[in-house]
């Protein structure tokens, strides 16, 4: 039998994870955007993302956002946000943690993309996002869905968990944010990520899988989940609301 790969080290994590968004970035563009829809309610006005990587979901959420405050811990993935965003004034790249980011708030809204999984405190990190984000402003945070679904490649990429959606409400609530939504998302590919990274034990993101999936099972999962709430899913939304009532500060602050 083979033996279950453990987590992988910040530094080989960050490693894999360039590459695999790197992959995503090239061959699922309707995945990708798909996401910054979901997200688009918490990524309105002056945002925090956490977590930012390479910058390139950075650019795709002005969309929606007047600037992005793009947080990365690692060196090798701030260093490429940096470069990659430094001719755009809408978007301040900084190398660190949500408190490196302080002097920027109160934020309007603050976004995790695959993030959040990879912290260990997962709760003191939305207590930050709490602080950082003004009365009525909203926080998302889209993560890998079930344990069931822990492969190698997640503990490639440094995942220490996945969510359930009660859960992650939970710690939501526990950070002190109001449920303004939470749901699953993308139940095809619960299935997808069953086979393919648990028992075939292949990259998930290899190009010819993701082009095909991104292809011809996104368009029509998004039209349907858009629609009707999944019971399950691969993934996991939920986006959380600063009270106006929070003590001390106005929502206008």
Same mark, same amino acid.
């Given at each position: ?37 979901? %997200? ?9 993302? &956490? ?37 755009? /004034? ?25 993030? &959040? ?30 344990? %069931? ?14 969510? *359930? ?8 609530? =526990? ?5 303004? /939504? ?13 086979? %393919?990274?648990?028992? &075939?034990? *292949? ?7 993701? =082009? ?21 899913? =691969?993934?996991? &939304?939920?986006?959380?609301? %600063? ?5 001390? =500060?106005?929502?206008?602050?």
């Amino acid at each position: 039998m083979r033996r279950r790969a453990e987590r992988a080290s910040f530094d080989d994590a960050d490693i894999a994870l360039e590459r695999t968004l790197e992959e995503l970035d090239s061959n699922a563009p309707n995945y990708n955007e798909w996401l910054r829809v979901l %997200v688009a309610p918490a990524a309105r006005g002056k945002v925090i993302e &956490l977590g930012a990587g390479m910058g390139t979901f950075s650019m795709a959420l002005l969309e929606s956002a007047d600037h992005i405050v793009a947080v990365e811990p690692s060196d090798r993935g701030s260093a490429t946000l940096i470069a990659a965003t430094r001719a755009n /004034d809408r978007v301040t790249a900084v190398h660190g943690y949500a408190a490196d980011a302080a002097g920027y708030a109160p934020f309007d809204g603050g976004v995790m993309s695959n993030v &959040l999984e990879h912290i260990e405190d997962d709760e003191g990190t939305l207590r930050e996002l709490f602080e950082l984000v003004r009365p009525g402003g909203a926080v998302a945070v889209f993560s890998p869905a079930f344990n %069931v679904l822990m492969s190698d490649f997640d503990r490639e990429i440094g995942h220490v968990r996945r969510y *359930r959606k009660r859960e992650l409400i939970s710690k939501f609530e =526990q950070a002190g944010f109001e449920i303004a /939504d939470a749901r699953y998302v993308n139940m095809p590919g619960f299935f997808a990520w069953l086979l %393919v990274s648990r028992a &075939l034990r *292949r990259r998930p993101t290899h190009s010819r899988l993701t =082009q095909i999936y991104d292809r011809r099972v996104v368009p029509i999962t998004r039209w349907i989940e858009s629609r009707v709430r999944p019971p399950f899913g =691969q993934s996991v &939304l939920v986006i959380g609301r %600063v009270p106006l009532s929070r003590p001390g =500060q106005s929502p206008e602050s």
